[in-house]
C-alpha cells in the first residue's frame, strides 16, 4: 500500500513571495491533516479536511494560509505571502473514516525555508 | 489546552543500554497516545498506539506504557542499537493529536 505522498520536499523563497505544497493521501484515507513542524518543536495542527470539508481550522493564519481538497482526494496548502517565521517543515497526514480517533499516518513533509 | 512535555530533550547511551523515554501530558481525558519516530529531513513514523483503556502495548522491543490517570506514558527500548538514532514524538488524542517537542536519541556503537 503506497503511503502518504508531498511533493516538493524542499523549497527555499524569498520572503513576501508565494508557495504551495501538494499531498496525496492514502488510497481511501477520507481525513486529511496538514501540520506545521518549527525547528526543535512538535508538529503543530494547522488544518484538517473530512472528504473535501474543513473540520478544523483554527490554528491556520487565515490572513497568509489557504488550503483546500480537491474531489475529497489531494490537497494544496498555500502561503501568500511568506514570513521568516514560515520557516518549517509541512507535514501531511491522512486516516482512515471520519473518527478523529482513528490513527494518523503521516508524509515525507515539505522542508520550506524563507530567506 | 492540552499541554505535552518530553523529557529528557535528549539523551545518549552505548549500544546495547536499554532506552527509557518519558511523556508527560496535563489533561486525562485522552482517547489514546501514540509513539512516533521521525529522522532527520523525514516524516513521522509511527511506532505504537495506545488506547486510553490499555496499560501497555508492545511491538519487538518496543514497549509504551500508559498511566492515564497520573498522566505519564513510559517508551522502552531494549538492546538498543545505534540504528535507533532517531527522535522520538509522544502525540495524545484527545479529540486531535497534541505533540511534545521529541526525544532526540543517540546509540553510540
Known amino acids: 500500500e503506497a503511503g502518504v505522498a508531498q511533493s516538493p520536499r524542499y523549497k527555499i523563497i524569498e520572503k513576501r513571495q508565494s508557495v504551495a505544497f501538494w499531498c496525496n493521501p492514502i488510497?481511501?484515507?477520507?481525513?486529511l491533516y496538514w501540520y506545521q513542524q518549527i525547528l526543535g518543536q512538535g508538529p503543530k495542527l494547522l488544518i484538517q479536511f473530512q472528504n473535501n470539508g474543513v473540520v478544523d481550522d483554527s490554528q491556520l493564519p487565515k490572513d497568509r494560509f489557504s488550503a483546500e481538497r480537491l474531489k475529497g482526494v489531494d490537497s494544496t496548502l498555500k502561503i501568500q505571502p511568506a514570513k521568516l517565521e514560515d520557516s518549517a517543515v509541512y507535514l501531511c497526514a491522512s486516516s482512515l473514516g471520519t473518527s478523529p480517533y482513528n490513527e494518523q499516518f503521516f508524509g515525507p513533509g515539505t522542508r520550506l525555508t524563507v530567506l | 489546552k492540552q499541554e505535552v512535555t518530553q523529557i529528557p530533550a535528549a539523551l545518549s547511551v552505548p549500544e546495547g543500554e536499554n532506552l527509557v523515554l518519558n511523556c508527560s501530558f496535563t489533561d486525562s481525558a485522552i482517547y489514546n497516545l501514540q509513539w512516533f519516530r521521525q529522522d532527520p529531513g523525514k516524516g513521522l513514523t509511527s511506532l505504537l498506539l495506545i488506547q486510553s483503556s490499555q496499560r501497555e502495548q508492545t511491538s519487538g522491543r518496543l514497549n509504551a506504557s500508559l498511566d492515564k490517570s497520573s498522566g505519564r506514558s513510559t517508551l522502552y527500548i531494549a538492546a538498543s542499537q545505534p540504528g535507533d538514532s532517531a527522535t522520538y514524538l509522544c502525540?495524545?488524542?484527545?479529540?486531535?493529536?497534541?505533540f511534545g517537542a521529541g526525544t532526540t536519541v543517540t546509540v553510540r556503537a
Open positions: 502525540a495524545v488524542n484527545d479529540y486531535k493529536l497534541s
Open positions: 488510497s481511501g484515507h477520507a481525513t
